[in-house]
């Protein structure tokens, strides 16, 4: 079985996932990255659009971790875009190790150029692995590795044209969000519906406003619109055996019978072994 497929996955939440399908066009967002090797040298903002070529068979209960509902573009569309999957790597590999030294002797001579060639390097670097924080979860080691991103970063020239900072220091980024509400820019990529090929919602009455959207286009029947439910049910099928709990009530009561259950199994032990011990002394 193969382990990625031929659709690039947006995974987003409910607000995000609606705004991009209104507007056909996904905005580049600050992200931001610890691609540094040292904790104390804080985090880089990059503005970015993060995707997966993840298969059907993959998508489990931790890949959902940036939302519930998910737009599958075709790979195609994300080529010819300039998506590019992330170079993973671990902190201290020696590919790392030069990719930084390059970073620092380009600052040190003053080659502006060069240093802005580095930083788009960096920027497309991912760790294999790290701690992770989002508004709803917390992971000490996230196996960022597993979720086979594909991402595309804006030019220098692009950010320049918008007149927004081609990346934001952690101090800078906590700034631009308290001023600005959000980590959203006001430009990115567009695409046409004829670009997507699965959409997945959070739950049925989704489908509805989804179907009500997608109604100012002709060419959408071949976009296939399920739940999140359906993919873990009937796509993946790990979800379909639902499980009933007891409640703490039934929980006492299921106690109180198994443990009579083995009183009264132990009181006809008991009498099974007078009765033979009587038999033996009545012969």
């Known amino acids: 079985m193969g382990l990625s497929s031929n659709t690039l996955w947006h995974m987003t939440k409910r607000d995000a996932f609606f705004s991009i399908l209104k507007s056909r066009n996904i905005s580049y967002s600050y992200s931001l990255e610890k691609i540094f090797p040292i904790n104390k040298m804080g985090g880089i903002a990059f503005p970015m659009i993060s995707m997966c070529d993840l298969p059907f068979s993959e998508i489990a209960t931790t890949k959902w971790t940036y939302g519930d509902y998910a737009i599958g573009f075709s790979r195609e569309w994300g080529l010819r875009n300039g998506f590019s ?6 902190n201290g590999s020696r590919v790392y190790n030069q990719l930084f030294k390059m970073l620092i002797e380009t600052i040190e001579h003053e080659e502006k150029g060069y240093m802005g060639m580095a930083m788009y390097l960096l920027s497309n670097v991912k760790f294999v692995q790290a701690p992770l924080v989002t508004k709803n979860r917390k992971f000490k080691n996230y196996r960022f590795y597993d979720e086979r991103e594909y ?3 804006p030019y220098i020239t692009e950010t320049d044209k918008h007149e927004v900072m081609p990346y934001l220091t952690e101090d800078g980024y906590a700034d631009y969000k308290k001023q600005i509400g959000h980590s ?3 430009f990115g990529v567009s695409f046409e519906y004829s670009d997507i090929k699965y959409l997945i919602v959070n739950s049925e009455s989704n489908i509805k406003d989804v179907r009500k ?3 100012s286009s002709p060419e959408v029947s071949h976009i296939n619109i399920v739940t999140k439910k359906d993919v873990m049910e009937d796509f ?3 979800e379909h055996n639902e499980e009933i709990l007891p409640s703490p009530k039934e929980s006492d009561i299921e106690a109180t019978l198994r443990h ?3 009183m009264t199994q132990d009181f006809k032990q008991g009498w099974e072994l007078i009765r033979k011990s009587k038999n033996n002394i009545e012969k």
Do not use: E, K, Q, T
């Open 213 to 215: 959207i997608l109604s």
């Open 184 to 186: 959203r820019l006001d």
């Open 85 to 90: 999957p992330v170079w993973y790597c671990n």
């Open 236 to 238: 993946i099928g790990i």
């Open 260 to 262: 009579l259950n083995r």
């Open 151 to 153: 991402r595309l970063v």
